[in-house]
Nanobody, 119 residues
Framework: QVQLVESGGGLVQTGGSLGLSCAASGLTGSYYVMAWFRQAPGKGREFVAA????????NYEDSVKGRFTISRDNAKNTVYLQMNSLKPEDTAVYYCAARSVWQQQYDFWGQGTQVTVSS
């Protein structure tokens, strides 16, 4: 059974930094993609960043490029999201997700962690 457990959310001032972690269990092999999504109040869930587990390749949503960094630790089965230069519009619940590289849909989701950026 796949489980994704996020941690590290909290309250930070504009311009500050925050790091999120997602510990994964139950994923077999290395042919999967780990990603972060977020959902702000009253809005739909949006993609933030993804990392291919085997290669380490990454991609980012345009508004976070240069500010957020996604990374993974293979030994710890953990993916990270380092968020710098945070803005009030980054306020959202952040979700960790996983999918097979052969699928488009993310099948596995964490419970989410709140990030609040005060102005």
């Amino acid at each position: 059974q796949v489980q994704l457990v996020e941690s590290g959310g909290g309250l930070v001032q504009t311009g500050g930094s925050l790091g999120l972690s997602c510990a994964a269990s139950g994923l077999t092999g290395s042919y999967y993609v780990m990603a972060w999504f977020r959902q702000a109040p009253g809005k739909g869930r949006e993609f933030v960043a993804a990392v291919w587990w085997s290669s380490g390749s990454t991609n980012y949503e345009d508004s976070v490029k240069g500010r957020f960094t996604i990374s993974r630790d293979n030994a710890k089965n953990t993916v990270y999201l380092q968020m710098n230069s945070l803005k009030p519009e980054d306020t959202a619940v952040y979700y960790c997700a996983a999918r097979s590289v052969w699928q488009q849909q993310y099948d596995f989701w964490g419970q989410g962690t709140q990030v609040t950026v005060s102005s």
